[in-house]
Structure formats: structure tokens, C-alpha cells
């Protein structure tokens, strides 16, 4: 089955300062890439995802990356701020129901 | 806004008790997840449902069952609680089509003594 690797599994910033989160996937067929922030007490949500057909999306201070022939994604936070404190999780399906999760990244803006 | 509950944010059981954990959805959707989420390990999928009697299983389905008699609501059932199934569960809905959103509860905080 799929296998999908997050790195780092802790990340800490300074207020203003870029995060990047990196993952890599397995199943070449994979063509989906959502990222899902859980905060303190919630559960995860979804704040951006990318398809196979794309290399690059942006949403105000997220963006995502794909690069498939490397088989690897990643979300970058510019301009952090203390609300971006939390777990990041990457995943990646083949775009049927099942998503397969990284193990997931704190991480922590300092003020 | 799409809601997903869960009945319980914490729960305490014992060894050997069957636990039920609840979960409602209000936007109609045809799917609906249980995930166990433990530290290092992200969030693992124990069973799925893509309509109403209709299951599969996930990644680590051993030791759970489910049930899902109408279509807002999923049932994850621990037939006999044991200590390794201490941790955090996540349900989840979307719609069918695939590469859809997951939305998820708040999750439910199981211990088992």
C-alpha cells in the first residue's frame, strides 16, 4: 500500500519566519495531496490540497509544492504567525476514499 | 458549515468492556471514516463506510467492528476493550467522488484500564 513519510516530525519558527513541512510518497498512482491542520483539542482540517496536474498552488500565506517524478510534496508557510502553531499532516491518495497520512509535524511560532 | 460529532471528547473503560463510540454527520455525505490517531504514527484508518450496511476495512480493522444504519450516522465498536486500544479517535465524512474533502469531529479520547 501507500507509504507516505513527513519530515520534520517537530518544527520551530520564529514569529515571521518561513516553515516548510516535507513528504514523500510511494504509489506513483497517487494523484491527490491534501494537507490537514489539527489544532489544540480539534479535530484536523483541510487548508489546501494539489492534484497530479499541478506543480504549484498558493493560498494566501500556504502554498504547496509537487514534484512527481521525485514522488515528493511539501507546504511552505511564509510570514508565521502564532495561530500557525499546530499539527500539520500531509497525505496522499490515489483519488479514490482512502488517504494515507504522514505521521504529522508540530509545529511551534515563537513570539 | 459542515458538522461532524462525535458523542464523547473523553471516555474511560475498562478491560473486557464493549465500547461504543458515536458519530453524526449533517451534510448527507455517502462517506464515513473511523481513525485512530497515536503519536508517530498519524492518523491510521480502521474502517470506512461509502453508504448506508455498506463497510470496509481499513489498515487496522483487527479488534473493531462498525455499524452504519442510516446514512449520518457511524458506529465504531471496541467488542472487548483492551489496553493497546487506549488512544484517539477521529471520524471523518465526505462526499463520494474521490480526491474529495474530509471533514472531521473533535475526536473522542479513549482510555482503557
Known amino acids: 500500500g501507500e507509504n507516505v513519510e513527513q519530515h520534520p516530525s517537530t518544527l520551530s519558527v520564529q514569529e515571521g519566519d518561513s516553515a516548510v513541512i516535507k513528504c514523500t510518497y510511494s504509489d506513483s498512482a497517487s494523484n491527490y495531496f491534501p494537507w490537514y491542520k489539527q489544532e489544540l483539542g480539534k479535530g484536523p482540517q483541510l487548508i489546501i490540497d494539489i492534484r497530479s496536474n499541478v506543480g504549484e498552488k498558493k493560498d494566501q500565506r500556504i502554498a504547496v509544492t509537487l514534484n512527481k517524478t521525485a514522488k515528493h510534496f511539501s507546504l511552505h508557510i511564509t510570514e508565521t504567525q502564532p495561530e500557525d502553531s499546530a499539527v500539520y499532516f500531509c497525505?496522499?491518495?490515489?483519488?479514490?476514499?482512502?488517504?494515507?497520512f504522514g505521521a504529522g509535524t508540530t509545529v511551534t511560532v515563537r513570539a | 458549515d459542515v458538522k461532524v460529532t462525535q458523542s464523547s471528547r473523553y471516555l474511560v473503560k475498562r478491560t473486557g468492556e464493549k465500547v461504543f463510540l458515536e458519530c453524526v454527520q449533517d451534510m448527507d455525505h455517502e462517506n464515513m471514516f473511523w481513525y485512530r490517531q497515536d503519536p508517530g504514527l498519524g492518523l491510521r484508518l480502521i474502517y470506512f463506510?461509502?453508504?448506508?450496511?455498506?463497510?470496509e476495512k481499513g489498515d487496522i480493522p483487527e479488534g473493531y467492528s462498525v455499524s452504519r444504519e442510516k446514512k449520518e450516522r457511524f458506529s465504531l465498536i471496541l467488542e472487548s476493550a483492551s489496553t493497546n486500544q487506549t488512544s484517539m479517535y477521529l471520524c471523518?465524512?465526505?462526499?463520494?467522488?474521490?480526491?474529495?474533502?474530509?471533514?472531521f469531529g473533535q475526536g473522542t479520547r479513549l482510555t482503557v484500564v
Open positions: 497525505a496522499a491518495s490515489k483519488g479514490d476514499y482512502k488517504l494515507s
Open positions: 471523518a465524512s465526505s462526499y463520494k467522488q474521490g480526491g474529495a474533502e474530509a471533514f
Open positions: 463506510s461509502y453508504d448506508v450496511k455498506m463497510k
